[in-house]
């Protein structure tokens, strides 16, 4: 099993300029962030042909392409990549709606087998636009809801990923939550 300090070390190496333990390292994540992506394809309709490796790969794409982070640790690297995550997803759901590629009519390319229900597409739209808003409110608690809804990390990841406490955390979840019912509630 590979120990969270071998992958900081790693990441650390990363930053330091040294390509080759990023060749190292891919390896060591590559379970993690299969779990991340299959936690994401949750969010999905059940059903649906879904396949986690687009996600993956372009998540890892979008990862190497990371030159500006100062990766802290473990926790950091794969806060990171849920967020990167979450993004390709709703940035394809909203590919699926526009007009432009034919409306609400789900496109199937040989490229991507990922199909998402209207409904489920919309409530996930919708989640996104209460997300922001919340994070115009309270940037942090709209992490916390990213790292742990989306990304499915724990408490104690986020904590470390946030430099905050577990019951900080905990309680930027709890209100969060209540707060983004309550948005999406009153949004419709």
């Known amino acids: 099993m590979t120990s969270c300090l071998e992958i900081t070390g790693l990441l650390i190496d990363w930053n330091n300029?040294?390509?080759e333990?990023?060749?190292e390292l891919l390896p060591l994540v590559e379970k993690e962030l299969h779990?991340?992506?299959h936690h994401y394809m949750q969010r999905i309709r059940p059903g649906n042909t879904l396949q986690t490796t687009a996600i993956i790969n372009e998540t890892y794409l979008?990862?190497?392409d990371q030159k500006q982070v100062n990766w802290q640790n473990r926790a950091?690297?794969?806060g990171i990549a849920a967020l990167l995550m979450r993004r390709f997803l709703l940035n394809y759901v909203r590919d699926q709606k526009r007009l432009k590629r034919g409306g609400i009519a789900v496109q199937v390319s040989l490229s991507e087998v990922m199909l998402v229900?209207?409904?489920k597409s919309d409530e996930l739209l919708d989640l996104e636009e209460s997300l922001c808003r919340l994070a115009d409110f309270d940037e942090r608690k709209s992490h916390v809801v990213e790292l742990r809804y989306f990304g499915?990390?724990?408490v104690e990841e986020i904590a470390e990923v946030l430099n905050i406490s577990k019951i900080t955390v905990m309680r930027d979840w709890n209100l969060a939550k209540?707060?983004?019912a309550r948005e999406i509630r009153n949004g419709k």
């Open 152 to 154: 499915g990390l724990s």
């Open 21 to 23: 333990a990023l060749d």
């Open 35 to 37: 779990r991340l992506a």
């Open 17 to 19: 300029g040294k390509p």
């Open 117 to 119: 229900s209207d409904e």
């Open 76 to 78: 950091h690297f794969f």
């Open 62 to 64: 979008r990862l190497i």
């Open 178 to 180: 209540a707060w983004l």
